[in-house]
C-alpha cells in the first residue's frame, strides 16, 4: 500500500536552533516529493519539490533532501525563526494519473 | 491575482441542513479538488474534477456531492450535514489535469455541524 509516514509528529524548538523534519514513504513507481508548509488557519503552500535524479535543494533557510533508494526525504530548517510554527507537509507524486499521497504532517512550534 | 478563492470562511450548521461551499481559480487551472482536514488525519481527497465537465470520487466521497460549473468554479455541497462532517475543507487546483504535485490551496473553509 503506498503510504507516505512524517516524524516526528510535533516538534519544540528554541529561536535560533536548527530541526530537520523526515518524510519516509512507500510510493512505487515514485515521481517526485512535494514540502508543503502550512500556517495557523491557512492553506498549504509549497516549499521544494524534489524529483528522482534530485538529492539536495534549497529554498532561504529550509533544505530538502531525497535518497530514492532508502525512500526517504528530510526537511532542515537552519536559524529557525518564529514564522517558522506550522505544519509541514510531505506529499509524494507517484504514476501518472493515480492520487497524490500526503502524509499527515510535522507540526512545528518556536518559541523565543 | 486572488489564486484559489474559497466561500464562506467559517459555517456553522445544525445536524440535516445543507449547504455548498464555494470555490473560484482565477489561474486558468484544469483540475480542481476539495479536501477535508482533520486533526491527525492530514488532507483527505473528497472529489476531484481533472477537467471541466468531469468529477470523480476520492478517498472520502460519502455525504458529498460536486459541480464543476466551468474552469473556474467547483463547488461541494453537503446535502444533509452530519457531526461527521464538522471539518477544515481546502480547495486546490493544478494546472495539469493530472494528478500532478503542484496544487496550489485556498485558504480553508471551517464547518462545524451540531
Known amino acids: 500500500k503506498n503510504q507516505v509516514e512524517q516524524s516526528p509528529q510535533s516538534l519544540i524548538i528554541l529561536e535560533g536552533k536548527n530541526c530537520t523534519l523526515q518524510c519516509n514513504y512507500t510510493v512505487s513507481p515514485f515521481s517526485n516529493l512535494r514540502w508543503y508548509k502550512q500556517d495557523t488557519g491557512r492553506g498549504p503552500v509549497s516549499l521544494t519539490i524534489m524529483t528522482f535524479s534530485e538529492n539536495t535543494k534549497s529554498n532561504g533557510r529550509y533544505t530538502a533532501t531525497l535518497d530514492a533508494d532508502t525512500k526517504q526525504s528530510s526537511l532542515h530548517i537552519t536559524a529557525s525563526q518564529l514564522s517558522d510554527s506550522a505544519s509541514y507537509i510531505c506529499?509524494?507524486?507517484?504514476?501518472?494519473?493515480?492520487?497524490?499521497?500526503f502524509g499527515k504532517g510535522t507540526t512545528l512550534s518556536v518559541s523565543s | 491575482n486572488a489564486g484559489v478563492t474559497q466561500t464562506p470562511k467559517f459555517q456553522v450548521l445544525k445536524t440535516g441542513q445543507s449547504m455548498t461551499l464555494q470555490c473560484a481559480q482565477d489561474?486558468?487551472?484544469?483540475?480542481m479538488y476539495w479536501y477535508r482536514q482533520d486533526p491527525g488525519m492530514g488532507l483527505r481527497l473528497i472529489y476531484y474534477?481533472?477537467?471541466?465537465?468531469?468529477?470523480d470520487k476520492g478517498e472520502v466521497p460519502n455525504g458529498y456531492n460536486v459541480s464543476r460549473l466551468n474552469k473556474r468554479e467547483f463547488s461541494l455541497r453537503l446535502e444533509s450535514a452530519a457531526p461527521s462532517q464538522t471539518s477544515v475543507y481546502f480547495c486546490a487546483s493544478n494546472p495539469q489535469s493530472s494528478g500532478a504535485n503542484v496544487l496550489t490551496f485556498g485558504a480553508g473553509s471551517r464547518l462545524t455541524v451540531l
Open positions: 489561474m486558468n487551472h484544469n483540475s
Open positions: 506529499v509524494v507524486s507517484g504514476q501518472a494519473g493515480t492520487a497524490l499521497i
Open positions: 474534477s481533472a477537467s471541466e465537465g468531469t468529477t
